[in-house]
């Protein structure tokens, strides 16, 4: 530890057996690098669990309907896929696996958007065929 006795603003260093960890306000890290406080930096590089849901924009992606979504959301209070507010508080999450959920989560957003715009134009057509049916 860096510092004159306890110091939770102090920096520690743990070596057990060749596995380095570094505690900044604890002396007690259990990852690499363990900060109990609040981190401020320019940039994080992410390099591992980086987004990978393209997979949703391929045809034989199965889109659940708005319907099954509804009655999902109405009875878990939570999107499909995505840990509820409890879990959250409870568990934190990983930020390469969040980006990659929420990146999910907005291609299946504009998977919907385009059904409902088909939908839209193909009532537009329709309603344009019935009132020139009924000038004629």
């Excluded at 102090?10 to 690098?33: C, E, H």
């Excluded at 199965?62 to 939570?78: P, R, S």
């Excluded at 930020?95 to 958007?113: P, S």
């Amino acid at each position: 530890a860096i510092g004159n006795g306890y110091n939770p603003n102090a920096i520690y260093i743990k070596d057990q057996t060749s596995d380095l960890r570094v505690g900044i306000g604890t002396t007690n890290p259990d990852k690499a690098l363990t900060v109990n406080g609040i981190v401020k930096c320019k940039e994080v590089e992410i390099t591992d669990n980086v987004p990978s849901s393209d997979y949703v924009l391929k045809k034989d992606y199965e889109l659940m309907t708005i319907g099954e979504l509804e009655a999902f959301i109405e009875t878990h209070n939570h999107l499909p896929d995505v840990p509820s507010a409890e879990e959250f508080k409870k568990n934190g999450y990983k930020a390469g696996d969040m980006d990659d959920l929420l990146l999910r989560k907005i291609e299946e957003l504009i998977l919907y958007i385009i059904e409902q715009d088909k939908k839209i134009k193909a009532i537009k057509q329709k309603l344009n065929e019935n009132v020139n049916q009924q000038k004629q």
